[in-house]
């Protein structure tokens, strides 16, 4: 050190450093660049340790603040430690005026202060381990205040002596407390965790601090510290002013330099709304005392109305009692003087009279002397319901609230008497008149401030109220319960309209404009202050924006390959980009452009097109964009698609022009042939629709003439048949040699196969012309099945060893649909399997899968190769084995699935060459008649089913017939 020239202290500047040691300096040099110009917390120069030359830093004021509330904080915490631990019971109550600080909030106060100091002296593993703790101890502090665990955590740390636990008394640590020190924690650990840590402790400090004013401010308004809010309820002041410092500490940091860019948008909006907050919260705070202190005052007013009703009541009540109980003792003319003086010392009852077992009044006695009732039997209705309750149980019942025979409302009373022998006679009825009652209680002035209703728990209605308005606020209205010898009554009592407005003042109004009013001037001053800061930024950012937008453009422009221009009205010249130059063959230079020379070079027919869009463009405001057919100064047309936007001034005169062109002299080439391809195409549909006609006139030409040639080819073919199988049924009666009869049969049976011809030929056309008809009826399956297989015996008596199985489930229901047609397909179908089996099996089967009819024919014949199959449905096509030809048109298989088509159903083929064929008519089944004329002939259909199940032919083999 002597060597350098330092001075001995250990600790020396950056100036002296290099004005001491060159060596000193290359060292400092070799650290990082913005060590050695500012510290990481602010533009201030660092302290160097001469020793380590490792820089020391400086702390800022803020800084220097949060460290001496940490201090004080620990401080506190320490000497309520400690004042516990040794009793000190005179400083417990010196530090915690009210309240006093429990020994686990002095624990939380000494832990959150060291984490704070740590934090600022940067040990960030020390800090976050002494908030995580802190963080545990509130947690389980506000669990226990929310009674959600049952651990013993307020005498968990420390147990106080039963000496002092009597003197202090009990306490835990208050709701607010635990949740503040939770929040202080989390800021902890937010600043050195979360992304935005700064912004999130800089939210926590604020509701520190509403919590902490507000616990306050029960000390500083003279507030009731046991009413309002139970969130600040029981906080003792001394933790109220240590938790705000905390609050005022994390907000602090939070806005410092190091976080001013992350944290200072936030401040103003945070700092007003907190203080808008609390002022909401003292407003709410002095607001509830002072209903409680009204509520107080009616609740004594409810207890002194109950207790005066239930005064009057009970002393009424033992009235009639000695009444009743002398009733039996005492002659007619007594009685009647004993129920007088009744009736006089107590004006709540209007009349008294004796009722005896048969509900008839005996003996009344009213104050005007009326005696028209006597006789009378006891009105239905309560009266009976009251009277029979006193009879049974044998005391004291009331009758509803009724309205009386003067207008008053009042109730009954009945009584039970005894007779000398011991047994109840009947009973003395009291008529109570309410309103005398009540009314008496309601003048009183001692309840001149307050209003009162009542109401009958017994019978659910409201039988009194001092007041036809409803109550001002449900929170000041106080219940009162009556419950005397059976009447079970509910006094609602409120203040007036009078006594409420006297009550409150305007202190809470008050406090809460002013904290209105302060939050917002805060506001406003932040704001201010950041928008300065923000105009400078903008500046920064607007000039860096720019020069990024004109770049961007630049890159853009090239890439388009579009040319730019700009025209200022009133001058003729224009600017053109380079490519605009380049696209119209103008010499590269940057010599404006002619207006008017320009428009020389464009089409003729297109120079009114362009005016009139510009002048559009200004006037109205409409889209500048058109296409026009441009001269190039190398002399070829091109086409150009310009598109512009103007520009006006204040006056709304146009002043510019710019915009961009395009050449889509390609595109137009394109348009051009796609036209030409589609008038070639239109053409061609035309055509097309020419031959469609000329097929549909040869189709229904076609139909027209089959249908005209069906009797004509069928009555010379049935006579042919007819003839030719009577000659071959009578051979010997016309003495024909075997020669004549082979000739004859041959006849027969070409007259046979050129009517089938005809048939599948006509069937087919009908197919195709749609003129089939669609009838869908109940079919009985059982009879179906039994004609088909009528029908094919005789196919089958040329195959001696083909048997023929039909299969039918169980429980199947009745099909509905076009018999007809399904005969037809399924008869086509045996038919083709016979004529290609030659041994083995015919199966005919038919089940039912979800509303579909399904219908298999299946052989074990030839079989067909797959490349036949896709044929075989067509119209002539018929399948040849090798060496072996079949008699047919080939015509079957395609009117079956014509005939399946127009059942809205198909058909499949599943085969196998040399294994047999499986045929497969998939037919839904019909919604309801079709065809036929009305419900009468539905119902008919149906009942004309054969009853036998259709299990009757479930497996049944039927063998070729023996000759």
Known sequence: MARCGLPKTSLCTLSQIYENGPRRCREFASLPAVSRRHSPHGRRPYLIDVHSMTPIRRYSPVEWGALVVAAAVTALGVTMIIAWAYELIGLLELVSPGPTLRFNTAVLFALCGLSLACSIFGHRKTAEGIALAALLLSLLCIAKSLKLIGLDVDNMLFRPSAAMSERIGPGKVALATGLSMLMFSLSILAQHRLRHGSLFALLLGIMICMISWVAMNHYFMGADAKVGWCVTAGMAFTTAAGLFLLGVAIIAISCGPRHSAESTHWLSYSLSLAFAAVSFMIWCELVDNETIHLRRETAAAATAVRTQVRERLQASLRAVDRFALRWNSLEPVEQYKDAKRLLEDFDGILSLYWIDDDLHVRWMCTADDRQDYIGHPLPPGPRHAAVKRARDTGRFTFTPVLTLLHGETGFIGYRPTVSRQGEMNGCAAAIFRLNMILDAIANDRRHTGFDFSVSDQNHDQQIFS????????????????????????????????QTVAGHYSYGPSLALSKGLFSALLIGITIQLRQRAV???????????????????????????????????????????????????????????????????????????????????????????????????????????????????????????????????????????????????IAESNERLADLAEAAEAAAAAKTIFLRNMSHELRTPLNSIIGFSTGLLRHVAAHDLDEHQRDRVERIAASGRHLLGLVNNVLDIAKAEAKEQSHQSEPIDLLELFEELVAMAEPLLQKRPAVKLDVHLADGLPVPILDRAKLKQILLNLLSNAAKFTDHGTITLSAACVAEEWRFVVSDTGIGISADDQLRVFENFEQVHSPGRRVEGTGLGLSICAALANAMCGTITLTSRLGVGSAFTVIVPQADGPQGLNDDDAWTDSLASIDPRPLGALKKQRLLPPQR
């Open 534 to 680: 923000q105009r400078t930024a903008e500046a920064e950012r607007s000039a860096a924006a720019l020069r990024d937008s004109e770049q961007r453009f630049d890159l853009a422009v090239c890439a388009s390959q579009d040319g730019i221009w700009e025209w200022r009205l009133g001058i003729d010249g224009f600017y053109a980009s380079p490519r605009y130059r380049e696209m119209l063959g103008y010499p590269p230079d940057d010599e404006p452009l002619s207006y008017q020379h320009w428009f020389t070079r464009v089409s003729a027919e297109d120079v009114p097109r362009i005016q009139q869009a510009i002048d559009d463009h200004f006037q109205r405001g409409a889209a500048y964009d058109v296409v026009i057919k441009f001269l190039t100064f190398r002399d070829d047309w091109v086409w150009l698609r310009i598109r512009g936007q103007g520009a006006w001034d204040a006056n709304g005169q146009p002043v510019r022009m710019a915009g961009s062109i395009t050449d889509i002299t390609e595109e137009r080439e394109a348009q051009r042939q796609l036209l030409e391809h589609v008038e070639t």
């Open 466 to 497: 001092t007041s036809l308005d409803p109550a001002p606020d449900p929170a000041i209205v106080v219940a009162s319960k009556l419950d005397l010898r059976g009447l079970h009554w509910q006094f609602n009592v409120w203040p007036t309209a």
